[in-house]
């Protein structure tokens, strides 16, 4: 007689804000971390753009922020609301001219709409105790996407106010959900995966040799680094520099655990995504939204 039974995948609880703060010595101190990391975020949302006003890339700040909003109860709420409120406001004080109320709304709203939907998109769809196992990633996804769309809603209707020009919107729409989500699939994996402690259970998820992370990581920067040396001309070619990053980062993919694969590849997409909205290449495509998009193709590539 044979018998079938599901599988059963490593699990572990999620992580919580509150056991952050206990090993930081207390809420404040978890705080201020989460501000000290936060505020460069932020300052990458405004620099991955060719022009202030145009579409970014990508937007770091909203994977940190979902995913400690995710992880947090919600007493732990307004607390981190704040956090971020008042950074992405000295963020963009600093960065946006002029700063009016528009701006200030565009500042602080959209990001957090876009975390809290898809924390509370994470919450419905991915059960307790979390599964070490593939299916649960298109099941995250879904919740990055319904976040980025309502978050890109919400910066379309502050945008473009009471205009009604359904092909305008629908435009905004498209930039503004991509360069959302693909900063949650940036940044939200990193902060996951260092949270996570299955790394002390499974030794399969250890990291195997430091030296294999060191010249993986040489390999996946050095071409970042030649491109800014010597593809200083704003219409030279950047396509070299995804190229020659790829073969590392498939490595790294296969053989270094998720927490150092996910950083590595944040590693290469921001400052090749920072190169790319320098200049017009490596597309000769003289629509700078068009440009965009293909950069933003790139990076979720990667």
Do not use: K
Request: with cysteine; hydrophobic share 55%.
């Amino acid at each position: 007689i044979m018998h079938t039974s599901a599988p059963v995948y490593p699990s572990h609880e999620y992580p919580r804000w509150e056991n952050l703060e206990q090993r930081l010595g207390g809420p404040v101190r978890a705080l201020v971390l989460f501000a000290v990391l936060y505020l460069p975020l932020l300052w990458l949302d405004y620099a991955l753009r060719e022009t202030p006003a145009s579409a970014a890339v990508l937007r770091p700040s909203i994977g940190l922020l979902l995913v400690s909003v995710w992880l947090s109860g919600s007493s732990r709420w307004p607390a981190l609301l704040a956090v971020h409120t008042v950074t992405a406001l000295l963020a963009g004080y600093w960065l946006v001219e002029p700063f009016g109320p528009s701006a200030m709304c565009l500042a602080v709203l959209p990001g957090a709409v876009s975390a809290g939907v898809a924390a509370a998109a994470f919450r419905l769809l991915l059960r307790r105790p979390l599964e070490v196992h593939a299916g649960q990633v298109p099941i995250a996804l879904i919740g990055v996407i319904v976040g980025a769309l309502c978050g890109a809603a919400t910066a379309t209707g502050i945008a473009l106010g009471g205009q009604l020009d359904l092909a305008m919107w629908l435009r905004a729409l498209a930039d503004s959900s991509a360069e959302h989500a693909l900063g949650a699939l940036t940044t939200g994996p990193i902060a996951l995966t260092w949270l996570l402690h299955l790394r002390f259970r499974i030794p399969e998820l250890e990291l195997r040799s430091r030296r294999e992370l060191a010249w993986l990581a040489l390999w996946v920067i050095v071409p970042v680094l030649l491109g800014w040396l010597f593809l200083r001309g704003p219409s030279s070619s950047l396509l070299p520099v995804p190229l020659l990053a790829a073969p590392a980062l498939i490595l790294a993919s296969l053989r270094l655990p998720p927490r150092w694969a996910v950083l590595l590849a944040a590693l290469f997409v921001l400052p090749f995504s920072l190169l790319a909205v320098s200049r017009e290449a490596p597309y000769s495509v003289a629509d700078p939204a068009v440009r965009i998009g293909l950069q933003q193709m790139l990076a979720g590539i990667f």
